[in-house]
């Protein structure tokens, strides 16, 4: 009878253990799946940022107007240089033609014009120079504009479009004061 109480103890006794072991267990169980929900949720939070921002840089750019008036453009600064004359050209910001990427330009460039007669004409033809630029600026990829090599091209594809929006050889040259891709 000492045997089989011993032996009922003992039982008693395992079975508290495994009742024991189970929490621990579990416990470790609990404190994994906090931890990747925790990580879940920090992804997540980052994920949404990342994109709140995003979407407030698009509608900045969304606002920006398209074409200046031509009360505006008529106020431009002129400097002389040489013997041509500089016009300041407001800023382009365009989306670039980067399908699987959302990428953007700003580019803010100066023409040297042949002779100061011809600023007159360029001010009276802003919203088509714009147009014509802001098509071309557009149509160009991130890869074919961040080399040096690329941004000489545009600059030649630039002055051949506006000397025919223009008459021939009234924009001499283009700068650009402000490239900014990304």
């Given at each position: 009878?000492?045997?089989?109480?011993?032996?009922?103890?003992?039982?008693?006794?395992n079975?508290?253990?495994?009742?024991?072991?189970?929490?621990k267990?579990?416990?470790?169980?609990?404190?994994?799946?906090?931890?990747?929900?925790?990580?879940?949720?920090?992804?997540?939070?980052?994920?949404?940022?990342?994109?709140?921002?995003s979407?407030?840089?698009?509608?900045?750019?969304?606002?920006?107007?398209?074409?200046?008036?031509?009360?505006h453009?008529?106020?431009?600064t002129?400097e002389?240089?040489?013997?041509?004359v500089?016009?300041?050209?407001?800023?382009?910001?365009?989306?670039?033609?980067d399908?699987?990427?959302?990428?953007?330009?700003?580019?803010?460039?100066?023409?040297?014009?042949?002779?100061?007669?011809?600023?007159?004409?360029?001010?009276?033809?802003?919203?088509?120079?714009r147009?014509?630029?802001?098509?071309?600026?557009?149509s160009?990829?991130?890869?074919?504009?961040?080399?040096?090599?690329?941004?000489?091209?545009?600059?030649?594809?630039?002055?051949?479009?506006?000397?025919?929006v223009?008459?021939?050889?009234?924009?001499?040259?283009?700068?650009?004061?402000?490239?900014?891709?990304?």
């Amino acid at each position: 009878m000492a045997d089989e109480e011993k032996k009922e103890e003992d039982a008693k006794k395992n079975k508290g253990e495994k009742k024991e072991a189970k929490p621990k267990g579990k416990s470790k169980l609990i404190l994994i799946i906090a931890g990747v929900v925790l990580l879940l949720l920090v992804a997540g939070g980052g994920f949404f940022f990342m994109r709140k921002g995003s979407s407030e840089k698009t509608a900045a750019v969304e606002e920006k107007p398209a074409a200046p008036k031509a009360e505006h453009a008529a106020e431009k600064t002129e400097e002389k240089v040489g013997s041509g004359v500089i016009l300041d050209l407001d800023p382009f910001v365009v989306n670039l033609a980067d399908s699987p990427e959302i990428r953007y330009l700003k580019v803010t460039i100066k023409l040297e014009l042949t002779k100061a007669e011809y600023a007159e004409e360029v001010n009276n033809r802003m919203p088509q120079i714009r147009d014509s630029l802001l098509i071309l600026l557009s149509s160009k990829e991130y890869a074919a504009i961040r080399t040096v090599e690329g941004k000489l091209e545009l600059r030649d594809e630039i002055l051949q479009r506006l000397n025919t929006v223009l008459k021939k050889g009234v924009v001499q040259t283009a700068y650009f004061t402000d490239f900014v891709a990304q």
